[in-house]
């Protein structure tokens, strides 16, 4: 397929013309392979032909790619007047510019990333220190750096005064929640334990960095009963978009306990079929866990293994249904999917670890113990599972005292 007489006559025009026209087939060759229609082949050519005409006017030069598609994105196209037909939309063309990267490094150039902020320096010696030295996952790592970079953009790299470090903290208190505070608080309290790490005095901002008052075992977990679980899981008749895949993303949440980030990560080298056992290996805590794949959990990965899964060489087992079918669903995808179910069931919109306080909770029900609930949930501490101590009504119910004036 020619991609200059595939494109739209205008963006294979300006893609004939620029400096980046010898990597036009090998881009459409990419996509074709990655499974996109011709419609959406059609739109990232277009998009990067919105990309060749604005790099026609700069110091273009392909080593520095990755900084100019930021500028292009990030600068340009706020204030863009390229003359029609152009692609102005954030996210096609970020999408199609990060396929150009990738074609353009398996061609072998070698691109520069330039040159990092020293803020940007910092964090990376602050994320370091927090994956070798504390051991945290990526997902926690990256939510403490999300909120330690305002105040280093405030600061610079040097180490906040108390009156900056104070303003800091009262303004994430004027706008947020009590429960998104306390995760800055965390956030900031291990900066000052990174910079002390490093030598540095932080004795007299350690006093400032205070938790407001959030008191998370005074309310119940949030569940669904029974009956409102089963109407999610019927949530998934004939003709449902990604009927099967949705089915088994469900059940994974609903009979395993898995977090989305888990669900994601589940790869088909995971499963152990004859052994009937899965392994969880991105879990939060950092270690491998085992665990037994009930029948009806097996059975609904099998069929969206057998009926729906395209054809990929992605090992990961929930993979995108479209264009670009090498890739893993995203955690967002699993938020979807749950959304999409409660709609269909007349259910309010739950978030995915509503079912695994349900699975907890009808794992006490069964008759499991708080401990068996901390070793299936992957808890690193029992104190984590003991608010489902409120919920545990058959043991509750054996330790009530009468009520003053009651006849028994």
């Not at 970020?94 to 520069?112: P, W």
């Not at 898995?258 to 088909?268: F, G």
Request: aromatic share 8%; net charge positive; hydrophobic share 40%.
């Amino acid at each position: 397929m020619d991609v200059f007489k595939f494109a739209a006559p205008s963006a294979a025009k300006r893609l004939r013309a620029s400096s980046l026209s010898q990597f036009a087939q090998p881009y459409l060759d990419c996509l074709c392979e990655q499974g996109y229609a011709p419609a959406g082949m059609r739109k990232h050519l277009s998009s990067l032909s919105h990309f060749t005409l604005w790099a026609a006017s700069q110091q273009f030069e392909l080593s520095g790619l990755v900084r100019q598609v930021d500028r292009f994105l990030y600068r340009h196209l706020p204030q863009c007047r390229c003359g029609y037909p152009v692609i102005r939309k954030l996210r096609d063309l970020r999408a199609a510019l990060n396929h150009l990267i990738a074609v353009v490094v398996k061609t072998g150039v070698r691109l520069d990333a330039g040159s990092l902020s020293q803020v940007d320096e910092h964090l990376q010696l602050f994320d370091h220190y927090l994956e070798h030295a504390k051991g945290l996952a990526y997902g926690t790592r990256r939510w403490k750096i999300h909120f330690v970079r305002p105040l280093l953009l405030m600061t610079g790299t040097a180490l906040p005064s108390p009156n900056q470090l104070r303003r800091f903290l009262h303004q994430a208190q004027s706008r947020l929640s009590i429960a998104t505070i306390q995760s800055v608080v965390k956030a900031v309290r291990s900066y000052l334990r990174f910079r002390a790490f490093q030598g540095e005095s932080v004795e007299h901002l350690t006093p400032i960095v205070m938790s407001p008052a959030c008191w998370r075992l005074a309310v119940l977990p949030k569940t669904l009963s029974s009956d409102d679980l089963q109407r999610l899981l019927d949530a998934f008749p004939p003709g449902t978009p990604s009927r099967h895949r949705g089915y088994a993303i469900i059940r994974c949440a609903v009979d395993l306990g898995l977090r989305s980030s888990e669900i994601t990560s589940l790869a088909l080298d995971d499963i152990d079929w004859a052994a009937g056992t899965v392994r969880i290996n991105k879990a939060k805590s950092r270690r491998t866990d085992v665990l037994p794949l009930p029948h009806v959990t097996g059975t609904a990965i099998a069929e969206y293994i057998r009926l729906e899964r395209p054809q990929t060489n992605n090992r990961r087992v929930f993979v995108r249904l479209h264009a670009p079918v090498d890739k893993p669903v995203t955690r967002m995808a699993v938020i979807r999917v749950i959304a999409g179910a409660c709609q269909r069931a007349g259910l309010p919109c739950i978030r995915p670890h509503i079912l695994r306080h349900t699975f907890a909770c009808r794992l006490l029900n069964a008759g499991g113990t708080l401990k068996e609930v901390a070793d299936v949930l992957r808890h690193r501490s029992l104190n984590t599972s003991m608010i489902y101590a409120k919920v545990d009504l058959t043991r509750l119910a054996a330790v009530a005292m009468p009520w003053p004036g009651s006849p028994t």
